[in-house]
């Protein structure tokens, strides 16, 4: 009943409420983390930054069932794959909304999740101390806000095109979010919209040229502390 209930909330009542969340942020609550993805050398993934090495610092690890999906579940998606660090993950625990996983365990989750094209999230500060969402686009609630980037932060990274390497092949439309990417001019090749990219490397990992890297276009201070 309660997931009913709370899926007719998310249909009919969320976006209107949002606006109203989205205009008393003093800044977005959580941000992109970018995959593992291929990143212009001369740019430097800080530990924050980087999702694996996220699981690897952390003290204690959980996972627990993707609230979205559970409620929604209209993609078909993984369920059990969104990842509780340190005391977000002692808690699902001890509550048993989730189950301990150990660092291999994590970064196999990680690995699944990008294959299946969910998109990383985390707290929106340098001290990743509470979840790694793994969202869908269909599903989960950061997305049906008139404006999600007002909600979440895009990554300090921008996707670019190497225009020569890329076929035109359209694999990268069905990985983005946000309609970053259109395949167009005379010779049919994919350009990124910087205004909607969020720099979040999902389309990175399906070019079949690897024409598409993430370029660093923000400084580490954007991320707070």
Known sequence: MFHNLWKEYMEKEWKEFGKVVEGLLPKPVVR??????????????????DVREIVNQARSLAVTRCTCRVIDGKCGKPLEICIQVNRAAEYAIHRGTGRAITKEE?????????????????DNRQNVDHIICNCCRDCCMNWRLPNPHKF??????????????????????ERCFFEAIAIDGDEPKAR???????????CTLTCPTEA???????????IPV
């Open 192 to 202: 990124v919209n910087p205004a909607r990219c969020v720099g979040c490397g999902l």
């Open 152 to 173: 979440v932060d895009p990554s300090r990274f921008q996707a670019v095109v190497n225009a020569e390497d890329c076929l035109g092949c359209q694999t990268c439309l």
């Open 32 to 49: 992109v983390i970018p995959v593992g993805a291929t990143i212009e050398s001369k740019a430097k993934i800080l530990a924050f930054e």
């Open 106 to 122: 994590a970064i196999s989750l990680l690995h699944q999740a990008e294959k299946e094209g969910l998109l990383h999230i985390a």
């Open 212 to 222: 598409i890297t993430l370029k660093e276009v923000r400084p580490p201070e954007v």
